[in-house]
């Protein structure tokens, strides 16, 4: 398979809210599956990022429909290329409501200043996997 991988970030233009955030899941879960495409999305404040992993034609196609999105601006593709490997092979679409991390508390810096551009694309990428290796084992424990 011809692996790649994409990192992105956008600014959400709708208030994080369940409904927003059920009806971008739903359809990344189905779609994701159909393109064999695995990924980690975190919003946070009024970003989101996203890294998504497949087949490099699914992945191409699904990114341009995703920047295409009316419901978030200034997309931006920070890091892309081939992958050797998944980073997050069992995930069709991981997010959690709130983060159980969050890049704030991290790099210790007040919600409003927070500014993605100034994040190594490594340590965002470092983030959504531990994201989701933390959703992971919560939902172990539960
Ligand atoms: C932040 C964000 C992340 C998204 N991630 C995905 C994704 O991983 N896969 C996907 O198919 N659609 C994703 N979408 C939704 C797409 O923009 C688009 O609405 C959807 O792919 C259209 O699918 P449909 O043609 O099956 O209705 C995302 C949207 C937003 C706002």
């Given at each position: 398979m011809d692996l790649h991988y994409a990192l992105y970030h956008s600014k959400s233009l709708e208030p994080a809210s369940?409904?927003?955030?059920?009806?971008?899941l739903q359809v990344s879960a189905r779609n994701n599956a159909r393109d064999h495409l695995t990924g980690f999305l975190h919003r946070e404040a009024d970003y989101f990022i996203?890294?998504?992993?497949?087949?490099?034609t699914r992945l191409y196609g699904a990114l341009a429909r995703i920047g295409r999105?009316?419901?978030?601006?200034?997309?931006?593709?920070?890091?892309?290329?081939?992958?050797?490997?998944?980073?997050l092979p069992d995930w069709t679409m991981g997010f959690v409501d709130p983060g159980l991390l969050n890049l704030s508390d991290l790099?210790?810096?007040?919600?409003?200043?927070?500014?993605?551009?100034?994040?190594?694309?490594?340590?965002?990428?470092?983030f959504l996997v531990s994201n989701a290796g933390a959703l992971r084992s919560g939902a172990a424990a539960a």
């Open positions: 369940a409904t927003l955030h059920n009806d971008i996203q890294y998504i992993e497949g087949p490099k999105d009316t419901r978030h601006s200034n997309f931006e593709v920070i890091q892309n290329g081939p992958a050797e490997k998944r980073l790099l210790d810096v007040s919600h409003g200043r927070l500014d993605i551009r100034t994040i190594d694309p490594f340590d965002l990428v470092i």
